[in-house]
């Protein structure tokens, strides 16, 4: 069965830091392609950055220069350091792994506020 768990979220004031977590089982996890998405209310859900199985990062627009993804293989964990928030960051963050052409395994999601 696989599991995608992310851990991380919180309240932070804008400027602060936050670092998302997921730990997946029941994939081979180094040969699949990682993702953090997040959707806020009301809007549809989209992508924040992706790390290639080899390592290849992307970002968005909206969160280059201050998000960092990567991923441990050795721990089967995908990371998101998120700094400078923005209470446009507001969202439910959400872990995706993906496999080729195969439909993409979710977690749960993790919610981050952004507030004073």
């Known amino acids: 069965q696989v599991q995608l768990v992310e851990s991380g979220g919180g309240l932070v004031q804008p400027g602060g830091s936050l670092r998302l977590s997921c730990t997946a089982s029941?994939?081979?996890?180094?040969?699949?392609?990682m993702a953090w998405y997040r959707q806020a209310p009301g809007k549809e859900r989209e992508l924040v950055a992706t790390v290639s199985s080899g390592g290849t990062t992307t970002y968005s627009d909206s969160v280059k220069g201050r998000f960092t993804i990567s991923r441990d293989n050795a721990k089967n964990t995908l990371n998101l350091q998120m700094n400078s928030l923005k209470p446009d960051d507001t969202a439910v963050y959400y872990c995706?792994?993906?496999?080729?052409?195969?439909?993409?395994?979710w977690g749960q999601g993790t919610q981050v506020t952004v507030s004073s």
């Open positions: 029941g994939i081979i996890f180094s040969g699949h392609s």
């Open positions: 995706s792994a993906r496999r080729g052409l195969l439909p993409p395994y």
